[in-house]
Nanobody
Framework: VQLVESGGGLVQPGGSLRLSCVVS????????VGWYRQAPGKQRELVAA???????NYIDSVKGRFTISRDNTKNSVYLQMNNLKPENTDIYYC?????WGQGTQVTVSS
């Protein structure tokens, strides 16, 4: 399994970004996929996850602003991030079990 993230960038507070994670390999639809974030010097933290039944969970600070979704026909998982805040600035990583993508930088700044 390989994971490739994209969609990060620089956005002003209140703006939106949509992160994408494309997964190569078989049986994508059975996996739980998570989006994590990591700031310099800090531990990686789960932001949102979606399982094979499309059940989702989020950390409290992003509930109502972020939405995780998946498209099994495209082996992809998405993180729609709305009303972004400066504290959402981090590198965001896609994860399946013990496999990680390379990360995509999200910077929220005016």
């Amino acid at each position: 399994v390989q994971l490739v993230e994209s969609g990060g960038g620089l956005v002003q507070p209140g703006g939106s970004l949509r992160l994408s994670c494309v997964v190569s390999g078989s049986f994508f639809s059975i996996y739980t996929v998570g989006w994590y974030r990591q700031a310099p010097g800090k531990q990686r933290e789960l932001v949102a996850a979606i399982d094979r039944e499309r059940t989702t969970n989020y950390i409290d600070s992003v509930k109502g602003r972020f939405t995780i979704s998946r498209d099994n026909t495209k082996n992809s998982v998405y993180l729609q991030m709305n009303n972004l805040k400066p504290e959402n600035t981090d590198i965001y990583y896609c994860n399946i079990e013990r496999t990680w993508g390379q990360g995509t930088q999200v910077t929220v700044s005016s």
